[in-house]
């Protein structure tokens, strides 16, 4: 395959370098690829596969011109004079056969999204109650957040618990699932990240229930530490993710 086989160099190709290649692409596929098969095949960002397309569209779009030389009539006398060549005549050739473009699949109809909102809304409710109750357990609770400015603006840390875990699990599968991740750094990190986001969910929910069974009125030690660190790691994983998706990004508008 010719988008695969590119060899690695230390600068970026240019477009005109690129337009063999992908001529060749072309004939081996039969049309014309799409901005994004350019972009993957190729290693190139969208300005670039974008200006790849408007080249091949300008150069289809040129007539070819064949200029053909007068041939003398052979049923004419040998010994008689040779006629004068006539002027070259231009001759124009049909264009070359426009390939109709493979639509992107970005421009398909979305998916309806109401059957996920119904999916997901018990499991929202179940396990929304899981980490605020596992959360007074282990010692979260009603604060002040501006002691001494505001009194009695208070809020209930628990609920930081499925917020922080569990909205951190949904981005990662989505980071590591959705095709418009290009970095493979930022899509392994997601993909582990998520497993261990949503395996500390799970964790947390099977705690609770435990003790909630068992009337216990307060978790041990253990339990007590680790759902503590959770908000810190939720927040460097979140922050390690958000800095390799820009990454890529910066990388792929510099090509």
């Not at 590119?6 to 600068?11: F, G, L």
């Not at 398909?108 to 980490?131: M, N, R």
């Not at 628990?158 to 750094?185: H, K, M, Q």
Request: glycine fraction near 8%; hydrophobic fraction near 45%.
């Amino acid at each position: 395959m010719v988008g695969l086989d590119m060899p690695r160099s230390a600068y970026p190709a240019s477009v005109a370098d690129l337009l063999p290649r992908v001529r060749e692409r072309i004939r081996e596929l039969g049309a014309v690829p799409s901005r994004n098969r350019i972009m993957a095949e190729f290693k190139v960002g969208a300005p670039k596969a974008r200006a790849i397309l408007a080249a091949l569209a300008e150069n289809d779009e040129k007539p070819l011109i064949r200029s053909l030389r007068a041939v003398p009539d052979a049923s004419a006398e040998t010994d008689s004079e040779p006629s004068p060549a006539t002027e070259p005549e231009a001759v124009e050739e049909s264009p070359m056969m426009q390939v109709t473009e493979v639509a992107d699949s970005g421009t398909s109809q979305p998916t309806k999204s109401w059957p996920l909102l119904l999916l997901a809304l018990p499991a929202f409710v179940a396990i929304w109650g899981g980490w605020v109750g596992l959360g007074r357990l282990t010692g979260f609770g009603s604060i002040q957040l501006l002691p001494g400015i505001w009194d009695g603006l208070s809020i209930n840390s628990a609920i930081t618990l499925p917020i922080g875990v569990e909205t951190y699990a949904a981005f990662a599968l989505r980071v590591w699932l959705s095709g418009s991740t290009r970095s493979d750094r930022a899509r392994e990190f997601a993909k582990w990240s998520a497993f261990g986001s949503l395996g500390l969910g799970m964790a947390g929910q099977v705690a609770y229930h435990l003790m909630s069974a068992a009337a216990d009125t307060r978790a041990p030690w253990l339990i007590t530490m680790l759902v503590s660190c959770l908000p810190v790691i939720v927040l460097g994983c979140g922050a390690a993710l958000a800095h390799l998706l820009r990454e890529a990004t910066d990388e792929e508008v510099s090509n």
